[in-house]
């Protein structure tokens, strides 16, 4: 969606794949959820968009939970024996509960805004 849009209750479940759940434009990207062994791609926010409950569970891979350019990551977690790749904002952008469970861990470097990259065993 572009454009001041908003795209909403992206859900996928039983052994599904969401891809390409992108925003653009100040838009907002809400409910953009995977479950049972799913694999959510590309959920992407760029230019002052917020993405929002970027959430995965039970053994899935959340990959390029990005969002850039003064924006808002909120609630990018992953739970139960979950991988959390690229989990980032740039420019100016706050994370917020960059959170894993079950011996994950949640790392922040700074330098041209923060990270947040979650790597099993660390």
């Known amino acids: 969606t572009s ?19 992108i925003t653009s434009l100040s838009t907002t990207a809400t409910n953009c959820i995977t479950s049972l062994s799913t694999t959510a791609t590309n959920c992407i926010t760029s230019l002052s968009t917020t993405a929002t409950n970027c959430t995965t569970s039970l053994s899935t891979t959340a990959t390029n939970c990005t969002t850039s350019l003064s924006t808002t990551a909120t609630n990018c977690t992953t739970s139960l024996s979950t991988t959390a790749t690229n989990c980032t904002t740039s420019l100016s952008t706050n994370v917020t509960t960059c959170l894993e469970l079950f011996l994950q861990g949640c790392w922040v470097r700074g330098g041209g805004g923060t990270k947040g990259n979650s790597v099993p065993g660390e």
Do not use: P, Q, V
């Not at 909403?8 to 390409?20: F, G, H, P």
């Open 3 to 21: 454009r001041s849009s908003t795209s909403k209750n992206r859900i996928t479940s039983r052994s599904s794949t969401a891809t390409n759940c």
